[in-house]
């Protein structure tokens, strides 16, 4: 490869121009003046991105490729690989809070910058990370070679700021890599910084990319430790770039080489790994952090626990995400037994599927409390079961979900004790958990509950009711049968063509952060509201859905088209999701959503791998129909989609009376005549 050009894949060439991958491989095909592949196989080829750039330009489809798009190419094509290049662009983002020493090295020319940036580099780490920090600092052929990332990199930190450039260079590197990372969501993590409570200085002994660290966001001093030397040092530079305080970064494992026994922190904040068999169990027999307990082998969960309790200065708080088993396992009950004679550990929280990774678990919170010498031990435990809010990995309600957890804790960490809500907490006494099993599964405490709105079978069978008599009043009627019609058809790609509607794509996928909320597939599906976020971070601008928009899916059983309705609009497009925004004066979008949704259009647009379908919505096909015929056959569809949505209450409601029934039947508030 010459020395001085950059490639790109397909995939980053649709982002430059702002359109699909479809797009550009309907490019390749049509124009024989696209630039030939460079490199990379035939199902995966690489481009020259300055030949892609021009032509581009050439063809109107872009003024200039954005400098984020750049960027992004030099880190992932760095010849040490993409950690190594975000390593560098981290340190020199470290100097843009130096404003004078940032315009004098960036005037110079690439001799004297080459020359001089080590020092400063070496100068700007120690200071915000300590001296024993965890990032190298590239020197000589390392360091001249990368000089263009540098510029632009720095370019375009005064476009964005230095935070927001390296949390979007970091978002790219971990959507290339999804499978190498444990991820806490966002959501998760404040909920645990929120349950510590305010705590300076916090630690996360097992840190991972530092989501935990930076939900602590009042705390004056963050520490942690990393096993992996190059997330350990990527950890270091987001935490130093999105916080004023003092960040100690450390590399190793912390049960076997614990970097930071001599802090007592306020709060420990941990995500540990799960299940792990080689944590150390022989070396470690006679550690002096097991208190409780030799953790068994099979038990490195509480191994972790035991390790928080130990960082954490007397009445400091440890705030765990645990696999359920650690609540039940029987080789783990003497030390959860002593954790809870002890008053250590002090409430449960089970989380619903999908609040964390791995997400078809649901997963517990553990609070705890390191016990001090001259405060009596708590006689009870908090449980708190919210594990059945959710449907899934996209629609856990966070704000729902937050308020019921911290409302419990609150109460009880002030009062000793919370108000009992049927099926949703319970304040234990020790005495029903000090058994042969100490179970602190929360669900086997709980008090069942005739339905989750609060709500009698009678006023949920009422409900059940209203809602089939609407679903049989918008019932629509089947029509006069007669032959198949043969309408002339057209293509999605060819209106795209014509200008008759306009594709585009879903931008960031489901997250954490702020903005407007994501309109996911699952939502979709489901007929419900926008349940997901952006991450935080992002520069780049998501697509915001306008009613009167037909949004679909790209993965999944058969073509599923919504057409959206006022109090859906300017929510943003989500990732796997196409949106078609028609001319209405051309095409009706309810005439096409309807049409979208044919069994065979589904068929003949699909494409099957061993784990799923995917739809190629430029493929999918509707008659040419004049407008008033359109308008005609949409108010038909916009019928079926009124009585598909009153279905889908009504099933919802009797799922909520049958569930009811058993369970008032099976406690005695309901009889049996």
């Not at 069942?448 to 949920?460: F, H, I, L, P, S």
Request: hydrophobic share 40%; with cysteine; charged share 25%.
């Amino acid at each position: 490869m010459p020395e001085n050009r950059t490639e790109v894949t397909a995939a980053g060439i649709a982002r430059f121009a702002g359109v699909g991958r479809a797009a550009v491989s309907n490019w390749r095909r049509r124009h024989s003046d696209f630039p030939k592949p460079v490199g990379g196989t035939d199902t995966s080829p690489v481009f020259d991105l300055a030949e892609v750039e021009q032509w581009l330009r050439d063809q109107g489809k872009v003024d200039q490729v954005p400098l984020r798009e750049l960027v992004w190419q030099q880190v992932e094509q760095d010849p040490g690989g993409a950690a190594a290049a975000l390593r560098l662009v981290g340190a020199v983002l470290l100097l843009h809070a130096r404003p004078a020493e940032w315009r004098r090295l960036l005037a110079a020319d690439d001799a004297r910058l080459g020359r001089e940036l080590p020092d400063a580099l070496a100068e700007a780490l120690r200071a915000r990370l300590g001296e024993d920090h965890p990032v190298p600092v590239p020197e000589g052929p390392a360091l001249t070679g990368r000089l263009p990332l540098v510029r632009g990199g720095a370019q375009l930190a005064d476009e964005l700021g230095a935070g927001p450039t390296y949390e979007f260079l970091m978002g790219r590197h971990l959507e290339a890599g999804p499978r190498q990372y444990t991820l806490t969501p966002a959501p998760l993590s404040e909920l645990m910084a929120e349950l510590a409570g305010p705590a300076d200085p916090v630690l996360d002994p097992a840190c991972g990319y530092g989501g935990l660290l930076l939900a602590a966001g009042t705390a004056t001093t963050v520490a942690g430790q990393e096993a992996d030397p190059d997330l350990a040092a990527l950890t270091a530079l987001r935490l130093a770039l999105h916080t004023d305080a003092p960040v100690r970064i450390r590399v190793g494992d912390s049960l076997r080489a614990d970097e930071h026994t001599g802090l007592r922190a306020d709060a420990v904040l941990c995500h540990p790994p799960f299940n792990e068999r080689a944590w150390g169990h022989e070396e470690l027999a006679y550690d002096p952090r097991w208190e409780y307990g030799l953790p068994p082998r099979t038990e490195s969960e509480l191994a972790w626990v035991q390790h928080a309790l130990a960082r954490v200065r007397d009445n400091g708080a440890a705030v765990l995400l645990m696999p359920p088993a650690a609540a039940s396992r029987r080789s783990g009950r003497r030390i959860r037994a002593d954790l809870l004679r002890r008053g250590a550990l002090r409430a449960v929280v089970a989380l619903p599927a999908g609040a964390a990774p791995p997400f078809g678990i649901p997963l517990h919170l553990w609070v705890l409390r390191r016990p001090a010498a001259d405060t009596p031990a708590p006689q009870q435990l908090l449980v708190v079961d919210v594990a059945d809010r959710s449907d899934g990995q996209d629609k856990v309600p966070w704000q729902e979900l937050r308020s019921t957890v911290l409302d419990a804790w609150h109460a009880f960490d002030r009062d000793g004790s919370a108000p009992d809500r049927p099926g949703v907490t319970r304040t234990v006494p020790l005495v029903d958990l000090l058994d042969d099993d100490v179970d602190v599964t929360p669900a086997r405490h709980l008090p069942t509950r005739a339905a989750d709105t609060g709500e009698g079978v009678d006023e949920v069978r009422d409900r059940l009711t209203a809602a089939l008599r609407h679903a049989l009043d918008l019932a629509p009627a089947a029509g006069t049968p007669g032959p198949p019609a043969h309408w002339a058809m057209t293509s999605i790609g060819e209106l795209a063509r014509t200008g008759a509607l306009s594709v585009l794509t879903g931008g960031p996928g489901a997250g954490p952060g702020g903005g407007p909320p994501v309109l996911t597939e699952h939502d979709i599906v489901t007929g419900g509201a926008p349940s997901g976020a952006l991450p935080d971070g992002t520069p780049e601008e998501p697509v915001l859905v306008r009613a009167g928009d037909v949004v679909i899916p790209v993965l999944g059983r058969g073509a599923t088209a919504r057409v959206i309705d006022g109090p859906t609009a300017g929510a943003a497009l989500g990732r796997n999701v196409y949106l078609l925004r028609t001319d209405p004066a051309v095409l009706d979008p309810w005439f096409l959503a309807g049409f979208l949704r044919s069994t065979a259009n589904s068929r003949q647009a699909s494409s099957f791998t061993s784990s799923a379908t995917r739809l190629d919505v430029r493929r999918l096909q509707v008659p040419r129909l004049p407008p008033a015929d359109q308008r005609r056959y949409g108010e038909r569809f916009r019928a079926v989609a009124a009585f598909e949505e009153a279905s889908r209450s009504a099933a919802r409601l009797g799922e909520l009376l049958v569930q009811g029934l058993y369970d008032g039947l099976t406690d005695g508030s309901v009889g049996p005549s």
